[in-house]
């Protein structure tokens, strides 16, 4: 687990299950914005040659992945992610939460996604049938581009392009 500490805010993304496309749209941002994107999984991934984007593997085990994450990011950091409790960890810590879908969590939501999330899980445990997840569509990756882009406006400081 050899990342380097960058000054600045980063964007941290939790690997395991982040769709490919939001993937895409996450690595175009960070060599357009200069802004270092770090994955955090507990397998490897494949990431293109880019000097902002990073991957970190951890052991397997529950919740390592999340807590790595909680461990390394720094208020105002973007923590990218579908794990509520990992998205209400970050908020407390003074980060910026968004899911795949373009959803922002807030300290306002994150009580009610918590205890939805709680209850279909104890459905699950009775034997209850509660379905997946809707498609991933194209309303979805354009609405997490939007707020990818909100953060981008409000904590990167647009630089001179760099003397590659």
């Not at 009580?111 to 194209?138: C, D, I, K, Q, Y």
């Not at 354009?142 to 647009?158: G, I, T």
């Amino acid at each position: 687990m050899n990342v380097p500490e960058i000054a600045g805010p980063q964007i941290w993304v939790d690997g395991d299950a982040c769709p490919g496309a939001i993937k895409e749209i996450l690595f175009r941002a960070a060599d357009r914005a200069r802004i270092h994107v770090t994955l955090i999984a507990n397998h490897t991934l494949s990431r293109p040659p880019s000097r902002y984007i990073q991957v970190l593997t951890v052991q397997g085990g529950l919740d390592e992945a999340d807590n790595e994450i909680v461990r390394r990011m720094q208020p105002g950091d973007l923590v990218v992610t579908q794990d509520i409790p990992l998205a209400a960890r970050v908020i407390d810590k003074g980060g910026v939460a968004i899911h795949p879908r373009g959803e922002r969590y807030t300290p306002e939501n994150m009580a009610e996604r918590l205890s939805m999330r709680n209850f279909m899980e104890e459905l699950r445990g009775a034997g209850v049938r509660t379905g997946g997840p809707s498609a991933f569509h194209a309303r979805d990756r354009q609405a997490f581009a939007n707020q990818l882009d909100r953060w981008l406006l409000q904590h990167v400081k647009r630089a001179a392009p760099p003397n590659d």
